[in-house]
Nanobody, 120 residues
Framework: QVQLVESGGGLVQAGGSMRLSCAAS????????MGWYHQAPGKQREAVAT???????NYADSVQGRFTISRDNAKNAVYLEMNNLKPEDTGVYYC??????????????WGQGTQVTVSS
């Protein structure tokens, strides 16, 4: 079993900053691509940012230039630095990682989500 645990959510005013963290633990053999996803109230979950094993990144247009994703391969962790936050950034943020264990090929593991609320 592999667990992803997010932390760092909360309430922030518009224009503020917040940093999310996510660490994977368990019977991990390798970790592939990692990413952060955003689910706004009443909407579908959408990709915010992804990062490859060697650090290549992709961002949604809505967060380009404001959010930065990074990872620490030694810790099996991924981070999301969010700056100039807007009310539309409000929602639950989930981290995800493609993980392989000693007994399974790569599969997508998900965290439980952390709430981010941006007040105007």
């Amino acid at each position: 079993q592999v667990q992803l645990v997010e932390s760092g959510g909360g309430l922030v005013q518009a224009g503020g900053s917040m940093r999310l963290s996510c660490a994977a633990s368990g019977n991990i053999f390798r970790v592939g691509n990692m990413g952060w996803y955003h689910q706004a109230p009443g909407k579908q979950r959408e990709a915010v940012a992804t990062i490859g094993v060697r650090g290549s990144t992709n961002y949604a247009d809505s967060v380009q230039g404001r959010f930065t994703i990074s990872r620490d391969n030694a810790k099996n962790a991924v981070y999301l630095e969010m700056n100039n936050l807007k009310p539309e950034d409000t929602g639950v943020y989930y981290c995800s990682a493609f993980v392989a264990t000693l007994t399974s090929d790569y599969y997508p593991a998900w965290g439980q989500g952390t709430q981010v609320t941006v007040s105007s």
